[in-house]
């Protein structure tokens, strides 16, 4: 195993080029089940959970291939329709072939992907709505076993809204029969970027990226090309990046819309955000003022930022409460951070954290992905060397991190533990 060691202190400057996201290509990928034969994604991030998706498409018997950048899934040999637990166990994403497989093969088996870090995360949604759609399914020895002659578009009405229940439900009314439509359905802009492949692939769905969804189902489905939208989150991490060291960068290849209530949080805090067509400069200083901030499905600011802001709010003068409603207990990062000296309370979904002059470095674990980004932000800025144990968190979601960091000019290295 290999640990982060970041050595505090240094402004960041220079250009930073931003990956195609990771909550984007999962479904993606998925969504390749709903045809035979090769599918082309380009901008593909190279992450430890697109790895892990690869094998859950290669275990069902697709061929894929990573080359760079560029991924190819050839559907046409698919044998199998069973996600094992020890795939699914590493990447919750997984359960995404489940609405692909009943839709195109009348038949899956996932395992359930249990709980996190941070508490429990059903996939009550993604079935409910599947089985609104027609399917039949039974939880089997911790599996989700389900089949169906054939699915039937129906209107699917979420009790809240769920990124990958949205996603599953249009995948598999893609190839319904008739019409579906998703009420209170999620409107992150992965969820957009999944709705424009199906509809490359000969699909019919309009609306995505508000809360009602229609889909008007095809027998058949083509093979498609398709370009992956860039990732608001490690955007954001960079944002942060440049921030809290009071430096001066670029992002390049981003989408400034996609991160409009971060850059909304930045400013208000003193942050200098501006913004191009796809490029963001940030210019951060040394006193930057506390900001509230209430976690909310998008466009509200993500949960998925939340453990990076609040490393740049331990260094903020006042306090500031941070609500969590989307996952209320994903605090595993505050413990983390407390060993950095912040000063930081947890109230039920809530955090206060208090100003601290400077952050002093010390040996830290990484719980989650986003977690550990934190503690890279935090480390950035920190006095002395910040030990980050349990990278591989971070290799899910962040494609050389400390590489681009360090291209920055931020003194961070990956040494073997
Ligand atoms: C996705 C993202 C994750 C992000 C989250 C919220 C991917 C691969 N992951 O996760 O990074 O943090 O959105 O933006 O895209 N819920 C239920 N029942 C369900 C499903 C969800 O109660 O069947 C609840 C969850 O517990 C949570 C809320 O719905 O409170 C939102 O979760 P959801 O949007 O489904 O998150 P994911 O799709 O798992």
Redesign the pocket.
């Known amino acids: 195993m290999d640990k982060i060691v970041v050595k505090g202190g240094r402004k960041l400057k220079g250009r930073v080029r931003i990956g195609g996201a990771k ?1 984007a290509v ?1 479904p993606m990928m998925a969504a390749c089940l709903l045809t035979r034969g090769e599918s082309v994604i380009r901008n593909v991030p190279v992450l430890a959970d697109v790895i892990t998706m690869k094998k859950v498409l290669e275990r069902l018997g697709a061929r894929v291939a990573l080359r760079g950048h560029t991924l190819r899934v050839d559907t046409s040999t698919i044998t199998d329709h069973e996600a094992p637990y020890e795939l699914v166990r590493t990447m ?2 997984s359960v995404y072939v489940l609405g692909p497989l009943v839709a195109s093969i009348g038949k899956a088996k996932v395992s359930l992907p249990g709980g996190c870090a941070w508490g429990p ?6 079935i409910r709505a599947l089985q609104e759609l027609g399917a039949r399914i039974e939880i089997d020895h911790g599996y989700i076993v389900a089949g169906a002659s054939v699915l039937k578009g129906n209107t699917v009405v979420f009790s ?6 949205t996603a599953n439900t249009m995948m598999a009314a893609a190839r319904a029969r008739g019409k579906t439509i998703i009420v209170n359905a ?1 409107r ?1 802009p ?1 969820i957009v970027a999944l709705a424009d492949f199906i509809n490359r692939m000969g699909g019919k769905i309009r609306g995505a990226g508000n809360d009602t969804i229609e889909v008007e189902g095809r027998a058949e489905l083509s093979p498609a090309e398709v370009r992956v939208i860039p990732d608001r989150i490690e955007a954001g991490t960079y944002m942060i990046a440049g921030a809290i060291t009071a430096g001066e960068i670029e992002l390049e290849n981003c989408v400034p819309e996609h991160v409009e209530v971060i850059t909304q949080k930045l400013r208000q805090s003193g942050v200098v955000v501006e913004k191009s067509r796809n490029s963001i400069y940030v210019r951060g200083k040394r006193r930057l003022e506390s900001v509230d901030v209430v976690t909310a ?1 998008y466009p509200g600011f ?3 930022m939340q453990a990076q802001y609040m490393s740049l709010m331990t260094i903020a003068r006042g306090t500031c409460v941070i609500s969590e409603t ?2 209320p207990d994903r605090f595993t990062h505050v413990p983390e951070l407390r060993r950095l000296g912040a000063n930081i309370k947890i109230d039920g979904n809530t955090a206060h954290v208090g100003y601290i002059k400077r952050l002093s470095g010390a040996p830290v674990m990484a719980t989650d992905l986003r977690a550990s980004a934190a503690l890279v932000l935090a480390g950035l800025v920190a006095e002395g060397e910040t030990h980050i144990s349990r990278v591989y968190h971070i290799d899910r979601g962040y494609e050389a991190i400390e590489e681009k960091l360090g291209a920055l000019g931020a003194d961070i290295k990956r040494v073997p533990e």
């Open positions: 909550n999962l919750r994403a995360r059903p996939v009550d949604l993604h809240l809204p769920s990124v990958g229940a999620a992150e992965e499905p993500p949960t998925d989307v996952f």
